[in-house]
């Protein structure tokens, strides 16, 4: 596979991975712009260390969507950019934690003692981590020497290092709005859907149309649920408030809403990209 990012598999120059390369650097270069510029309220390091870490949540979310979006739609060139979204992850990812030793001055006993004694710290230092072993080993050449198998394994534990990141969003004090509990959706659905795939005996039902509409709707009132609980946990506020703000729009789309729709646009996706596609699953003859 061709190292440089704008080149297919056969080494052919990719309009597509140009474009996702594009919307990988772009978010950057904006917050790179801003801070240059003066365009943020608070002062620049802690705005760079919330938003390399929003890109780099978003960038690992994109990563973890590119199987169910390559096989609903059919759209297999889709797997060629990946790696450039991992790698787009662990790039951001490493900028937050630039951003933290920052703003710590460097001071690596007080940061020890963060990780050690923050929730939120550990999470985040567990997770770079394993976003850093992925990224050492997504070459060709690592596949090569761990062996197809093995190299698998290792790649498949983004699964652990995603909900560790979005554990260390949710506990961070800049975790308000929608935005985490989306999130929190979108990796609910990712995971759900890769459940649903792996089913031995009904291989075709995570690409049903009436699967995806019933996984969507039970995503939805999932990111509603966790939503109202973790925030009476955490903020201690009423159940019946936070329920209620997701049916008063003038305080915007809430994350029940926002999942729903991105579930119903990947159901949209399926449809177009197969317009014959059965409506349910299919059954394993008898």
Same mark, same amino acid.
């Given at each position: 596979?061709?190292?440089?990012? !704008?080149?297919?598999?056969?080494?052919?120059?990719?309009?597509?991975?140009?474009?996702?390369?594009?919307?990988?650097?772009?978010?950057?270069?904006? =917050?790179?712009?801003?801070?240059?510029?003066?365009?943020?309220?608070?002062? %620049?390091?802690?705005?760079?260390?919330?938003?390399?870490?929003?890109?780099?949540?978003?960038?690992?979310?994109?990563?973890?969507?590119? *199987?169910?979006?390559?096989?609903? +739609?059919? !759209?297999?060139?889709?797997? @060629?950019?990946?790696?450039?979204?991992?790698?787009?992850?662990?790039?951001?990812?490493?900028?937050?934690?630039?951003?933290?030793?920052?703003?710590?001055?460097?001071?690596?006993? #007080?940061?020890?003692?963060?990780?050690? +004694?923050? @929730?939120?710290? $550990?999470?985040? *230092?567990?997770? *770079?981590?394993?976003?850093?072993?992925?990224?050492?080993?997504?070459?060709?050449?690592? %596949?090569?020497?761990?062996?197809?198998?093995? !190299?698998?394994?290792?790649?498949? =534990?983004?699964?652990? !290092?995603?909900?560790? +990141?979005?554990?260390?969003?949710?506990?961070?004090?800049? $975790?308000?709005?929608?935005?985490?509990?989306?999130?929190?959706?979108?990796?609910?659905?990712?995971?759900?859907?890769?459940?649903? #795939?792996?089913?031995?005996?009904?291989?075709?039902?995570?690409?049903? *149309?009436?699967?995806?509409?019933?996984?969507?709707?039970? %995503? #939805?009132?999932? =990111?509603?649920?966790?939503?109202?609980?973790?925030?009476?946990?955490?903020?201690?506020?009423?159940?019946?408030?936070?329920?209620?703000?997701?049916?008063?729009?003038?305080? +915007?789309?809430?994350?029940?809403? =926002?999942?729903?729709?991105?579930?119903?646009? %990947?159901? #949209?996706?399926?449809?177009?990209?197969?317009?014959?596609?059965?409506?349910?699953?299919?059954?394993?003859?008898?």
């Amino acid at each position: 596979m061709s190292l440089v990012p !704008w080149r297919d598999p056969r080494g052919r120059f990719s309009f597509f991975k140009l474009t996702v390369l594009a919307a990988l650097v772009l978010p950057g270069l904006w =917050t790179v712009g801003m801070a240059l510029g003066g365009g943020f309220a608070h002062s %620049v390091l802690p705005s760079l260390i919330y938003y390399s870490g929003i890109w780099s949540l978003w960038a690992l979310l994109a990563c973890l969507a590119v *199987t169910p979006l390559s096989q609903i +739609g059919a !759209w297999h060139s889709l797997v @060629w950019v990946r790696r450039q979204l991992g790698v787009g992850a662990l790039v951001y990812a490493l900028l937050h934690v630039l951003a933290y030793v920052a703003i710590r001055r460097a001071d690596w006993l #007080a940061m020890a003692g963060e990780i050690v +004694g923050r @929730w939120s710290i $550990a999470f985040a *230092t567990v997770a *770079t981590l394993g976003l850093l072993a992925l990224g050492l080993t997504s070459t060709d050449g690592a %596949v090569r020497r761990l062996g197809g198998r093995r !190299w698998k394994r290792l790649q498949r =534990t983004v699964y652990l !290092w995603a909900p560790l +990141g979005l554990l260390h969003f949710l506990l961070s004090p800049l $975790a308000v709005g929608p935005l985490p509990f989306v999130m929190v959706g979108c990796l609910a659905w990712l995971l759900a859907w890769r459940w649903l #795939a792996r089913s031995p005996r009904h291989p075709g039902r995570a690409k049903a *149309t009436v699967v995806l509409l019933g996984l969507s709707v039970v %995503v #939805a009132l999932f =990111t509603a649920g966790f939503e109202i609980v973790w925030l009476d946990w955490v903020q201690d506020l009423p159940p019946a408030l936070i329920a209620q703000a997701n049916f008063e729009l003038d305080l +915007g789309l809430s994350a029940l809403w =926002t999942v729903a729709l991105l579930g119903l646009a %990947v159901v #949209a996706w399926g449809r177009w990209r197969h317009p014959r596609h059965h409506a349910r699953p299919a059954h394993p003859p008898r």
